[in-house]
């Protein structure tokens, strides 16, 4: 939803009235809180997911930067609730092969990640199984003007580089991320 850019007041009445200027106010205040309600909607926005009803369920799915490949799921449970742009994705996927996916690990996020400079939104990833390319620990990155999530290493003396596809694993994590207007 979008601001409101205009805003249509009640006619004005004759005040001398007292029951014209009560419906008169009772229009306004109206009016007032409709316009409330449509800034709040346009700022917030609504929520697009119920966890109860499984709207908010989401499949996880891993690809290779470089060329796609076909994973072998043995776990693909995802969640994920936006409200406006604000997106949160929580995810458990594993996998037993990777087919041909090669390059940088990514996860395919269910909203566009908003356009931004540098790598503003990162995740925390619990990895188990994984042979890491280099460091310590993994995290997740929402890559702008893109539906990835790649995974990236990190550690103690060590250069952030990305996590490069391998056979087998598990990702267990939550990111926050703003994503695009979806109209």
């Keep these: 939803m979008t601001l409101p850019n205009t805003i249509i007041f009640p006619q004005r009445v004759n005040f001398q009235n007292q029951k014209a200027t009560e419906n008169y106010f009772d ?6 809180q409709r316009m409330y309600e449509q800034v709040a909607d346009g700022v917030n926005g609504q929520i697009r997911a119920d ?5 908010s369920q989401w499949t996880p799915t891993l690809d290779g930067v470089t060329t796609t490949g076909t994973f072998t799921y043995t776990k693909q449970t ?10 949160d994705v929580w995810f458990d996927v594993a ?15 269910p909203y566009l990640v908003a356009l931004t400079n540098d790598m503003p939104f990162t995740g925390h990833i619990q990895a188990s199984s994984v ?8 995290s997740i990155n929402a890559i702008s003007s893109t539906f990835r999530g790649e995974i990236w290493c990190s550690g103690t ?27």
Aim: overall charge negative.
């Design 51 to 55: 966890v109860f009803t499984g709207a």
């Design 27 to 32: 229009d306004l205040i109206f009016t007032l």
């Design 95 to 109: 996998w037993s092969a990777a087919g041909a996916a090669a390059g940088a690990l990514f996860l395919t996020l």
């Design 131 to 138: 042979a890491y390319t280099a460091g310590t620990q993994l």
């Design 78 to 87: 995802g969640f994920t609730l936006r409200q406006g742009l604000l997106t």
């Design 157 to 183: 003396g060590i250069a952030t580089t990305n996590q490069l596809v391998v056979a087998s694993g598990e990702l267990i994590g939550y990111l926050r991320y703003l994503g695009q207007d979806e109209r």
